[in-house]
């Protein structure tokens, strides 16, 4: 049977690449995409995703915006990364698909309810408001979740927005010390794994070859996103984030991992959103994420090109 997920996003050109990774893989049953503010504010947010399931020909897909910001913080964007729009690179119509008029919260619980035990898998794209949010309205849902698949945090590779905070969890800190200390299984997916899954120029071109709609725009997009990350960390190409969450679903056996206690830094403005990782089992505390750290970065990007050429 497929697995019941749920994608929470900030699209973002590298969350359009797991979406649509997502989107053309029957291993899941995609119950909605749930956006909310980050790479941009979430009309943006909102927007992109349905201009994603649109291109992948899914107009169908429940997308149920969530929340405009933060728990306790104030916004921050990243329109530095993914330009004005959020998906700058590939220009593509005004989508004419619906929006639901649940809030992602409520669309969250209910989905975590009627799932019943173990039966929802959230993969987290982004900042971990609308998730948080839901846990602490309706703490019930926790047994739904079979588990947490998220993109955040760093540890050996530091932070890519502070010296040692990565985006999602540098956003709202508080949402993922909510999420975290929530006792789930959560396998994480941070810098130190997503730094080395980074764009081939070949395989760009391999990709825009097959010529599909959603092949097209991935190609624009990805072409666009990396000139950034090539800026700063140099010419090895951008680094895949979110792709990472979906692909470990798929084929775990890419990713090398190791089971640690981490902890979200809430209280120094200093940290702030520093994810404190205790690689070395020094404190006792028993581990509470998988944290992976390694990639089969061929296989990676075989796997992704393979799954977006089917839509
Ligand atoms: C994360 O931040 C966003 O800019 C990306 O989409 C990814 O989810 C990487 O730090
Ligand atoms: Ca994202």
Redesign the pocket.
Known sequence: MPRRIIIDT?P?Q??AVAILTALASPEFDVLGITPVA??VPLDKTVLNARKICEVAGRPDVTIAPGCPRPMVRDLVT?EY??GKTGLDGYDLPDPTMPVSDRHAVDFIIEAALSSGHKGLTLCT??PLTNIAMAMVKAPQIVPCIREIVM??GGHFEGG?VTGTA???IYVDPHAAHVVIGSGLPIVMAP?DV?HKATIKRGWLDRVGAVGTPACLATEGWLSFYERYDIERYGDTGGPL??PCVIAYLLEPELFKAKRVHVAVEIASELTMGATAMDWWRMSGKAPNVSVLHDIDRDGFFDLLLERIARL
């Open positions: 900030d973002g590298d969350d980050g790479n990243a990364v993914h794209l982004a993109m955040g890519n990565e985006f999602n810098l997503t984030h979110d």
